[in-house]
């Protein structure tokens, strides 16, 4: 063959094997007709979620609370109660109900006619094997029996008798009301104490009470994790509650915004991932339908470093509150997403215990000119008129504030805070260490200022005040008091406030003002916003999403949540016309 | 020249051991205690905390000094043992690794042997044809000059997110699971082709370049001036020249495989493409030190075996080296 | 018979110009004989050789006429010439100690290139093998890589794969200039043994080297500066010759066993002109002692005595 002949035919042919692979890739885009897989789920049927999962998939293990598979408790293993943080109310769940017979002792009913997924009934017996399950030192829900009070669990009859020393911790046994997980005795028996505390369990094993059963998923590299539906829920016919979707589908996180290609692009259904603001529109919808958008999930808090100056005087840390300007953040970093958070910090489901007489006397709002007087007041001048203002023995103020470095609109939070606090004369700069490097360091107090935001809804503020003030204080504060605030007085209060029952409502009250007193006076931490419950909803395929003109419940699949109303989420939810 | 391949294999020996060591101490200067991240993500109550830490401590056997840890690595390393990931305990570093691997050698291996034998013959191609020697060069130039990662995203914009063509992420469709399916196996390639094309590209650019200067290295030698003048028709001169001028190529090769390989990590981070890329980063933001050892450990003992290989065969593919070892005539 | 060429100019294309590096080349070679080609580095020599079988891409047919066995060659054709090469015409390069493919077995390479050349390769290869035998190869060689044969050897093998097909023309491109004098002796030998047997009809040997060519050579045509200067049966050219460039350059050999103190070396002073430009008239009058005021003029090749050329006004006056 010619040269040039041979030429163009291998051009050809390259050409050739190019557009092949081309057009099969492509053939595949519409992959309507053709051999349908033994897998593939029904679109119409199938619940897709993704915001939650950002670890590998693996861990199936209810007591791992922060590390299973979104889904475990909730969909396959559930609780007791359940919460409803909107409305502050308890919901019968496993238990029909409860009560303290006396101060000390708490009889909790179980359900009748519970049937696990592998046919057995659940008795009182399983509920107190699962409490008890927390007695392992190990254990991550250990400070149930350490720090309540509770000496025994016992069965009676048909219910479950919790006893106490002392008085109890309220709100601590409260919140375990509806956070532990009620497992089979007879399965979870079988598996040695280790496993039970540190490891994954058998994904092939699960069985619990919930709505939903395994199907794949449980290994390090999948990309979703699938639940089906299942007959014989209980809540069917007790309840008459039935969950709309088959399929339930958890997707896998990498980054926010390869999640929100997948979401705009129709393959997603309920989208728990920060998104820009520009993203709600069309079919796509959210809690609210206008500013905030979402509810508020957690308080944003900046923790000073209580151990360095000048971050120790509270008068300093006073005026750097006063120097924020909180709506510049609210617009620059979050379009109006996010609502400002008050001066006590107490979430909005909480604001019925805030003390407006305290917040009126003691709090703070963006005022740069009260900043400066505070400032000055407190014997901060700029000696070398630099525009910042030194220490009161002279050395150079410097601090330097952190946030995660990718966590986009925290990054533009922390500018604007420097910017702010700049215009008051604190200098402060910002810094974005990558997340690891910024636990470590924020646990071991080698930081000034940082961002942080791990408490989240719960039924009772007690949480929100053993975050700022628990006390000891140890070597690594992993996850609670980074600030280092050493307050005796402000820790024996807090502990008080969880021996109150919420049902005594002016020792209540009293205990909540006095702490929010010595919270504002001392300005321990600074209550930034109220993080967002990011939630928008594909309305292509499913209906009736909860909002705040209809169902006023949980729109998160976040670890956590479900037991408190996103399972209310799924069992109202209705198949879009024409599905 | 079993004295020459026993000395070649006992120097990647010795590379391994000194690259394995370093792969070892890597992770534990990096700033931040894995431990106590974890404990953290999990919110442990206070009080659980120092048991949680003693436990944790003794399970990763950190709870002994430094340099019995780095002889227990070796000895768990022969049994094939590469420890228990940190942040997914107890989940065992191998097993995330092999379920990670089956991926990335599907962007790999697809990429090195395409791109390698498409550039090979387009850059000879281009060594002949002025018209495309004026496009193809250049284009090899940028082409080769490209960030995988860079081009990785362009691709995804432009075809993934611009015109919706192929999809931004992933390696199957959300409604499948991986098995043997034709429909799997359609939702599959279609999932790869953008990230295979940024590897692909990028290593095909290189070798067209190199191949091209080497064809006309070739053409310019001795012996195919000789058969020219004997007559003998351009396929043949082209035939012999272009054996001749792979054989640098093939040693190109293993010196390229590091690169392709650290591409397709970063490739693969972008495309959120479940293979050893998005594993090391995982790895790396929390400090998950066994694992970030063990997928190094993995790379590092792939390309020094590929290495080898080709070490090894371009002894017996190359006459030259082949005779001379024998000690020739 | 056998070959003609008349008025064969080629030059060598440069960014600077043209280099005319052979200038009107006009001569005859009779069946079975063997024409030394001497001369200086850069003559033309070994381009007037190559230009007879191949012209490579820098190269340029200006004119000219190549006749073989009284066919033409369209030596500017390089497609045309192709059936030509190898079976009527061929070339031993001046490198032939790296003419064979490295990677390639000597055997391979052979049939590879024969099959390429559609010649059924039975009775080819057979000869092949006797041939080495004859050059003194022992036949194995062509299971031998290039790497593993000595410089001597891959000549030997050189030259019988490009006698190979019994060309008309062979042409030896300084085929002894990289040996030493044994193996230059047994080289030189082989050529004439080649053209003794038949396998070739008749050889150009290009050379700088007068001495080898007195050896072997029937006929030597000598070259100065892009022309002829003299061409003459290899007796007379070294005992009788007719143009004084030609006798410079005997009488500038040295003799072997005569010491440089007892008889003085009589080099040419003065260096060949550059090709880009070169002089009018006869090239080697800025050298020449005999060069008066005709040689402005350029001398015509022209027989001076029989079966004796030269381009000399002194030679023919």
Known sequence: MSTRRRGKAIGAGALALVAAVIATSLGVAGAGAGEQSAFALPRAQTFYMSGSQWSPYGDVNPAKTWDYSTGTIGLAYETAFRFNPLTGAFIPWLATGGNWRTNSVYVMNIRRGVKFSDGKTLTPGDVKYSFDLLKAPTHPQNALWASTGLKTVKVVGNTVVFTFAGKPGYQQFDFYRYNVAIVPRHVFSKYSTTELMTGNLDADNIVGTGPYAYVSGASSTAQTFVWQRRAGWWATKALGLRPAPRYVVDIHNSSNQAALANFQAGNIDLFNNFAPRSAIKGKFKTFFNKAPYHLGANTTWLFPNTTKKPLNDPQFRRALAYSINMNQILDKAYQGLVDKASPTGLLPIWSKWVDKKVVAKYGFSYNLNRAKAILAAAGYKDTDDDGYVENKDGSDISLKIQCPNGWSDWMTSIQVIAESAKAAGIKITPGYPDYGTLVDDRGHARYDLVLANDRQYSNTPWTYYQYIFQLPILDNQTTVNYERFSSPKAWALTQQLDRTPTTNTKAYRAVMSKLQTTFLQNLPAIPLWYNGMWAMFNTTYWTNWPSATGGKYTPTAWNNYWQMTSIDMLTHLKPAKGN | ?329 | MSLKVDGLTVYYQSLRGDVKAVDGATFEIADGEIMGLAGESGCGKSTLGKSLVRMDARMRYVDGRVELDGKELPVWDDRKMNPYRFKHVSIIPQYALSALNPTRKIGTMATELLASRDIPLNGVVDEFKRRLKIVGLPEDVLERFPIELSGGMKQRVVMVLSSLLDPSLLIADEVTSALDVSTQRAVSELLVEFRDRGFVKSMIVITHDLSVLYQIADTILVMYAGKLAEKAPAETVVHAPAHPYTRMLISSLPEVGVRYAEKRLIGIPGRPPSLLEPPTGCRFKTRCPLAFEKCAEEPPFVEVAPGQAAACWKATA
């Not at chain 2, 199957?172 to 799997?184: C, D, I, R, T």
């Not at chain 2, 075996?305 to 080709?310: E, R």
């Open chain 2, 1 to 329: 020249m079993w004295r020459y391949l026993f000395r070649k294999v006992s120097i990647y020996v010795v590379t391994f051991v000194v690259a394995v060591s370093i792969d070892w101490a890597i992770p534990r200067f990096m700033p931040g205690d894995p431990i106590q991240g974890l404990l953290s993500r999990m919110q442990a109550q206070p009080q659980a905390s120092e048991e949680l830490t003693s436990f944790y401590t003794e399970a990763f056997g950190f709870d002994v000094p430094l340099w019995k840890q780095y002889l227990n690595f070796w000895a768990a390393l022969f049994q094939g043992d590469l420890g228990l990931s940190i942040t997914n305990y107890p989940i065992p570093v191998t097993e995330l690794i092999m379920g990670a691997l089956p991926y990335t050698l599907a962007l790999l291996v697809p990429a090195i042997l395409l791109s390698f034998w498409a550039g090979n013959k387009v850059g000879a191609l281009a060594a002949r044809r002025k018209t495309l020697d004026n496009t193809v060069l250049p284009m090899s130039y940028v082409l080769t000059a490209t960030p995988q990662m860079w081009l990785g995203i362009i691709l995804a914009w432009v075809f993934a997110s611009s015109l919706a063509l192929f999809p931004v992420s992933g390696a199957y469709g959300f409604a499948l699971q991986p098995e043997w399916s034709v429909e799997f196996a359609r939702s599959f390639l279609h999932h790869w082709i953008l990230p295979f094309s940024a590897l692909f590209l990028v290593a095909f650019g290189g070798w067209a370049i190199g191949m091209r200067n080497l064809i006309i290295y070739e053409l310019e030698a001795d012996y195919s001036n000789y058969l020219a003048s004997l007559g003998a028709p351009t396929r043949l001169v082209r035939k012999y020249a272009y054996r001749n001028a792979l054989l640098p190529q093939i040693t190109g090769l293993a010196l390229a495989l590091g690169a392709v390989v650290a591409g397709a990590i970063v490739v693969e981070i972008v495309f959120s493409y479940p293979g050893l890329g998005t594993l090391t980063l995982n790895a790396i933001e929390n400090r998950d030190y066994f694992l970030i050892q063990g997928i190094f450990l993995f790379l590092i003992t792939g390309v020094l075996i590929a290495n080898l290989v080709i070490d090894i065969a371009y002894v017996f593919i190359d006459p030259r080296t082949r005779v001379g070892m024998q000690g020739g005539a």
